[in-house]
């Protein structure tokens, strides 16, 4: 029931009548199953740090849509036009979710979230951390701005497009997560629950994961010719 309420999205009245239950028994029910969910496949920041040691991981924002809580003024993102929560995603050059952060509100730039969550530490920990450009400024290789009034030079133009083409996984792992529809639609529970909700998404994800075997390619990157 826990599942299906994560990967449908469905309502708890539909839930009871699935499982010939009252939709009160099915919202208690879900709540401690998510809860032990998000306790037992939490991933650590350190943990996380110790597991891209020497490896590339890729990181990027996702937005999470929410409605519009009127006790809240920080949930718009101006980006997406959008009310939501801002999580930031961590993923290996396969696409596969290494981590997620909490969320955090919309409005937040993403190196804001970054800086704020602690995982500015994986730069340092991991043999290279690439980002967009909304993380310049961070020990991450990001794509080179375009320099007021004058034009891009070919080193850059190559040096951002080798970037958009290995971060190509990344939305992938975001594509992975937001399979659970409670992420890819609008996100109808408590935001005090949110945190909670998203790292047993993630957990689950990661699970599937490692046990389904992924078919493991670098035909994308042995495209590239990107000498430093």
Known sequence: ???????????????????????????????????????????????????????????????????????????????????????????????????VSRGFPGSWHDMHCLTDTGLTTLAGAAGTAIGDSGYQGSDMTTPNKKQPGQDRTESDLKHNTAIAVIRV??????????????????????LTRFDRTISAIAGLTMLNEQHSEPQLTFKILNKLRVSE
């Open 169 to 190: 996984a990344v939305e992938w792992a975001n594509a992975h997560l937001k399979n659970r529809r409670i992420l890819a639609t609008r996100y109808r529970d408590s």
């Open 1 to 99: 029931m826990t599942l299906m309420r994560l990967r449908r999205n469905v309502t708890f009245a539909e839930l009871g009548e699935d499982f010939a239950l009252a939709a009160s028994t099915a919202w208690g029910y879900f709540q401690e199953i998510a809860t032990m969910l998000g306790e037992l496949l939490a991933v650590d920041v350190d943990d996380l740090a110790e597991s891209v040691k020497g490896k590339v991981c890729l990181v990027d924002g996702t937005l999470v849509t929410v409605f519009n809580w009127r006790h809240r003024n920080d949930l718009f993102s101006g980006k997406h036009r959008q009310y939501g929560m801002n999580v930031q995603v961590v993923a290996d050059l396969h696409g596969r979710v290494l981590g």
